[in-house]
């Protein structure tokens, strides 16, 4: 399963001149900024059940949660979290400020509706204090810093734009999936359950908006409610 690399990883990567090194790094996915992570089983397409029973006891897949459990994986203890807090402060970490507005409302829709996902899960992930807890704070899920986090008014106004979004693909909710990808034309590395920052701006350079996108993305058979 893959994760994202820390920002000082990733450099050093980069510049070994090793061919293993360069294979693990196309391979393990890259970050766009500091950090972009791959939220982890983003590999598998996922849907869930709008019954399923959740950590957080949330089951609607029409209204978001108002509060997400989140491991803190250095400390091992679980905190609630304001969910809308913790979207925008996920943003401030994983979609830097500088990608074209399309691209980050896109985004929005993605981080929400991933942790979104988790709160809706049918099985409870248990921490070994024995806390139950709907996403861990790094790269496993998303990465959640609050203090570290460069939260800009544009995050916030792409998640207020974006808020009533839901994605359903074939009937169920969708786990959305993201990474940097590569420097490519408009949805070429499209693959139905994952966003790609990179060719994604391409898309919104060429004049594709931010629900354009998502259908590029995460479709076909993909429908936005909301």
């Known amino acids: 399963m893959s994760t994202a690399l820390s920002a000082a990883l990733w450099q050093s990567i980069g510049n070994s001149k090793s061919r293993a090194a360069r294979r693990m790094l196309i391979g393990l996915g890259v970050i766009v900024g500091l950090s972009f992570a791959l939220p982890a089983g983003a590999l598998t397409p996922q849907v869930v059940d709008a019954h399923a029973a959740s950590c957080s006891g949330w089951t609607s897949t029409t209204k978001p949660p108002q509060a997400i459990r989140v ?4 400390t091992g203890r679980v905190v609630t979290v304001n969910f809308q807090r913790y979207v925008i402060t996920v943003m401030g970490k994983e979609w830097p400020s500088y990608l074209p507005f399309q691209v980050i409302e896109a985004g929005a829709v993605a981080v929400k509706q991933y942790g979104w996902y988790h709160a809706l899960q ?5 921490s070994r204090r024995g806390q139950c ?5 790094s790269t496993r899920d998303q990465i959640y810093k609050p203090h570290k986090a460069r939260v800009r008014p544009i995050h916030r106004r792409a998640v207020a734009a974006t808020w009533a979004t839901t994605l359903v ?36 350079r060429r004049g594709h908006s931010w629900l354009s ?14």
């Open 133 to 137: 807890y709907d996403v861990v704070d």
């Open 213 to 226: 996108i998502l259908k590029i993305y995460y479709g076909p058979r993909l429908e936005i409610r909301g």
């Open 169 to 204: 693909k074939r009937g169920k909710f969708l786990m959305t999936g993201y990474r940097r990808g590569l420097k490519r034309r408009c949805g070429r590395d499209a693959t139905g359950y994952k966003l790609f920052a990179r060719s994604a701006t391409q898309c919104a």
């Open 71 to 74: 491991l803190r994986h250095r």
């Open 122 to 126: 049918g099985h409870q992930r248990i």
